[in-house]
C-alpha cells in the first residue's frame, strides 16, 4: 500500500462540513496534514469539527465561518489560515451545490447566480491562497502546491434539465486548464474531478422532498442509479470522490496538471 506522510502541510478545503468536501478534510488529517474547512452554517460546520475531532484529538484543525461568493469573507479565511498554520500547500475548491432547471424555467437572476456560484467559488478562494501556494511551491516550501476544483460529469455531458449548472460547469473546466497552464511556471498543480452522483448533503435533502412514503435511501438512491444507467449502479461515495482529490492535490500526482479524474461510475459516454 502507498502510504503518504503530510505533516507540516496544510490543506484547504472550501466547503470542508459536508459530503464531499468532509470526506476529503479526513483524508488530509489521516495522512498527517493540518487541514482548514469552511462553510457558512456555522451548526453544520461545528458539527463537522467536533465529529473530525472526535477521530483526530489533537490534529491541526481550523473550521471558519465563510462563504466562497463573499470576497471579505474568503480573504478573512485566508487570513485565518496564515495566523494560524502560517502557510497552504493544498487548496480544495469544492463549496458548491447543482441548480435543478431547464432553460425553459430558468431567469436570468438564476442564470447570474448559478454563474456567479460556480465560477467565483472557484476565483475568490484560488486569489486568497496563491500567496501561500506560492511560497510552498518555492525552494523552502514542501514542493507540493496543488488546486484541486470539484467539477461535474455535467462540464462533458450536459443534462437538459440542469441546463445552468451544466454550462457553467463546461466553463468552469476551461477556466481550469487556463490556470494549470499559467500557474505551471510556479509549480502549483490544477486539476479537477468530473463527478457523476456522489451521496452526499444535498442528495440526502432531495431524498427528503422526494421520495415515497416508507421508501428506503437504499431504494430511492438504487431506483435512480437504473434510471439514470449509471454502469457500476449505484451512487459513489463522497470517501471515492474525496480519495480522487487526495490523489491529485498530493505528490501523487506530481506529473498531473490541466487534467481531470473521472469518479462518475462509467456514467461518461465519451471515449
Ligand atoms: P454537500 O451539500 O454535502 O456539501 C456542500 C458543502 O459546500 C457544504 O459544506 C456546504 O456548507 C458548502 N457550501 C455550499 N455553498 C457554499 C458557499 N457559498 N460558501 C461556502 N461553503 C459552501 O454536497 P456535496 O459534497 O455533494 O458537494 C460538494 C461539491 O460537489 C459541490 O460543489 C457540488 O456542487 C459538487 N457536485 C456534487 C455532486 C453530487 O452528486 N453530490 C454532483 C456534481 C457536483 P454550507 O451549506 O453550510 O455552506
Redesign the pocket.
Known sequence: MIQIDLTGQVAVV?????????AAAELFLNAGASVA?????SE??AR?EAALRERHPQAPLLAAR????NAADVDAFAQQVQTRFGRADMLVN?????RVSTFADTTDEAWREELD?KYF?IIRPTRAFLPMLRDAAGSAGSGNASIVC?????ALQPEPHMVA?SSARAGVQNLIRSLAVELAPQRIRVNSIL???????????RFETQAQPGQSWEDWTGELARKKNIPLGR??R?EE?AQALFYLATNLSSYTTGSHIDVSGGNARHV
Do not use: K, Y
Open positions: 472550501t466547503g470542508g462540513s459536508s459530503g464531499i468536501g468532509l474547512i469552511c462553510g457558512r452554517d453544520r460546520l463537522a465563510c462563504d466562497v461568493l469544492n463549496a458548491g451545490q447543482g456560484l467559488s470539484v467539477n461535474s460529469l455535467l449548472t463527478i457523476g452522483i456522489v451521496e452526499s448533503g444535498q442528495w440526502r435533502r451512487f459513489g463522497p470522490a
